[in-house]
């Protein structure tokens, strides 16, 4: 009987990353879920419960901690994919986006916290797993990361370049023990972090519509499939043509 493969998923009680988990638990896939909420009963997966891990990757010990519970969640198996969904993107008063000019040093910290520093944390705690699975990361950049964007604040788009940075890194570090590195970059796709004013945005896209979040998971999962077998070190836009 072949072995069932193993996500672990951040960030994953919501819009890509709900759309994530049910894509890959239909292709078989045993998904271990984290987020800071608890599980929601609601979501219509197998097995769901057991497989979540509660941790606010803004606290780094709670994520340094939740390497060790991941690893006793997968008894001594090979983990063949990490995704690092979990982005925050805080707002001022009414919604306002955050500038350089406003956003704190807390708040800098706990965009970063989550955006960025979690992804090389838990990809280098469970280096080992990975490479027994010869697997492959994916870190959920955005559009943000390379340009000004409307809504997105500062620390937020800052933080998103650093991570595809990281990616190109991770990928040149990883690569010599068989696990694959990439990121994917979302542009304007229909969740709850929408912003109002989103639509002035859609009319500009060349194909005049919004992402769904299904289209950014089947994304992610061609990224950990074998049909990525020899992607490694890249950032694939999926944002219907909104960065050219």
Request: glycine fraction near 10%; charge should be neutral; aromatic fraction near 6%.
């Given at each position: 009987m072949p072995e069932q493969p193993t996500l672990l998923l951040t960030g994953a009680s919501r819009g890509i990353g709900h759309a994530t988990v049910k894509r890959f638990s239909s292709e078989g896939w045993r998904v271990i879920s984290c987020s800071r909420q608890p599980f929601d009963e609601r979501c219509?997966?197998?097995?769901?419960a057991d497989n979540h891990l509660q941790v606010d990757l803004a606290d780094p010990k709670q994520t340094i901690a939740a390497i060790d519970?991941?690893?006793?969640?997968?008894?001594?198996?090979?983990?063949?994919?990490?995704?690092?969904?979990?982005?925050?993107?805080?707002?001022g008063e009414?919604?306002?986006?955050?500038?350089?000019?406003?956003?704190?040093?807390s708040t800098w910290g706990q965009v970063f916290h989550v955006n960025f520093f979690a992804s090389v944390v838990l990809a280098r705690g469970l280096k080992d797993e990975l490479a027994a699975a010869?697997?492959?990361?994916?870190?959920?950049?955005?559009?943000?990361?390379?340009?000004?964007?409307?809504?997105?604040?500062?620390?937020?788009a800052t933080s998103k370049a650093a991570l595809a940075a990281l990616t190109r890194?991770?990928?040149?570090?990883?690569?010599p023990l068989g696990v694959r590195v990439n990121a994917l970059a979302p542009g304007e796709v229909e969740t709850a972090i929408l912003s109002p004013g989103t639509d002035k945005i859609v009319n500009t896209l060349p194909l005049r519509r919004l992402g769904q979040p299904i289209e950014v998971a089947d994304a992610?999962?061609?990224?950990?499939?074998?049909?990525s077998s020899y992607i490694s070190g890249t950032e694939i836009e999926v944002n219907g043509g909104q960065h050219v």
């Amino acid at each position: 009987m072949p072995e069932q493969p193993t996500l672990l998923l951040t960030g994953a009680s919501r819009g890509i990353g709900h759309a994530t988990v049910k894509r890959f638990s239909s292709e078989g896939w045993r998904v271990i879920s984290c987020s800071r909420q608890p599980f929601d009963e609601r979501c219509p997966w197998p097995g769901g419960a057991d497989n979540h891990l509660q941790v606010d990757l803004a606290d780094p010990k709670q994520t340094i901690a939740a390497i060790d519970k991941v690893k006793a969640m997968l008894r001594g198996q090979k983990l063949h994919a990490l995704v690092n969904n979990a982005g925050i993107s805080p707002k001022g008063e009414n919604g306002a986006r955050l500038s350089t000019l406003d956003t704190d040093l807390s708040t800098w910290g706990q965009v970063f916290h989550v955006n960025f520093f979690a992804s090389v944390v838990l990809a280098r705690g469970l280096k080992d797993e990975l490479a027994a699975a010869k697997g492959a990361v994916v870190n959920v950049t955005s559009i943000a990361g390379v340009r000004v964007h409307p809504f997105a604040g500062a620390a937020y788009a800052t933080s998103k370049a650093a991570l595809a940075a990281l990616t190109r890194e991770m990928a040149h570090d990883f690569g010599p023990l068989g696990v694959r590195v990439n990121a994917l970059a979302p542009g304007e796709v229909e969740t709850a972090i929408l912003s109002p004013g989103t639509d002035k945005i859609v009319n500009t896209l060349p194909l005049r519509r919004l992402g769904q979040p299904i289209e950014v998971a089947d994304a992610i999962y061609f990224l950990c499939s074998d049909k990525s077998s020899y992607i490694s070190g890249t950032e694939i836009e999926v944002n219907g043509g909104q960065h050219v």
